[in-house]
């Protein structure tokens, strides 16, 4: 079944440790790429996001991500994580070919140590 | 910074009896969206909404969910009959555009069936 898939479950990670967290979708064509956070006892909130053009994107907090379309990847980076980081982190895309719906992965528990 | 707001925060209801639950979506935005996540599961799309109208829904929107936006502000999802398997979190979004554009997230509500 076409889905969006998060690699990790739950990482564990010391404060300044570097964070990448892997996203692999399965639709072709046009796509619209995301990936939410959501910190405990908050709403999901926006980190970053890619529509077209270059596939580095850069987001808040020091987060980035790649797009790389031959790999159907969308991995998240952040070279050294805070123990402010600590949240659940969702990637999401919108097919070209749907009406504004986002498909989710299962999403990544992310705990910092400090 | 505008926001999605969504009540109740939890709201607790017979098998069996109806509920209503309530977002106001940010101002300027056009399109409106729910999702729920059902504990441990993925952040799953219920049903988009523009100009009065669906625009598409999924599979889980059967005949027992209804959308409205009753007035200028609110954008309300009826859930008649609730069963048990309708525990979840529900999630109001709303977004300008449908592509190339963000959706903005409430709080949710958690709905809990007895």
């Known amino acids: 079944a076409q889905s969006v898939s998060q690699h990790n479950h739950h990482v564990i990670l010391s404060e300044a440790a570097s964070l990448e967290l892997g996203c692999n979708y399965s639709y072709g064509g046009t796509v619209n790429l995301f990936w939410y956070v959501q910190y405990p006892g908050q709403h999901l909130q926006l980190l970053l996001k890619y529509f077209s053009g270059d596939p580095l994107v850069k987001g808040i907090k020091g987060f980035e991500a790649e797009f790389i379309k031959s790999k159907f990847s969308f991995n998240l980076r952040k070279p050294s994580v805070q123990w402010s980081d600590t949240a659940e982190y969702f990637c999401?895309?919108?097919?070209?070919?749907?009406?504004?719906?986002?498909?989710f992965g299962r999403g990544t528990q992310l705990t910092v140590w400090p | 910074e505008p926001e999605v707001t969504q009540t109740p925060s939890h709201q607790v209801t017979q098998m069996g009896q109806e509920v209503i639950l309530r977002c106001v979506p940010i101002s300027n935005h056009l399109y409106f969206y729910w999702y729920r996540q059902i504990l441990g599961q993925k952040v799953e799309f219920l049903v988009s909404f523009y100009n009065n109208e669906i625009s598409e829904k999924s599979e889980i929107f059967d005949d027992q969910f209804s959308v409205e936006r009753p007035d200028g502000s609110n954008f309300t999802l009826k859930i008649r009959s609730t069963k048990l398997e309708d525990s979840a979190m529900y999630f109001c979004?709303?977004?300008?555009?449908?592509?190339?554009?963000?959706?903005?997230f409430g709080p949710g509500t958690r709905l809990t069936v007895t």
């Open positions: 979004a709303s977004s300008v555009k449908l592509l190339n554009n963000e959706q903005y």
């Open positions: 999401a895309v919108i097919r070209g070919s749907t009406l504004g719906r986002l498909y």
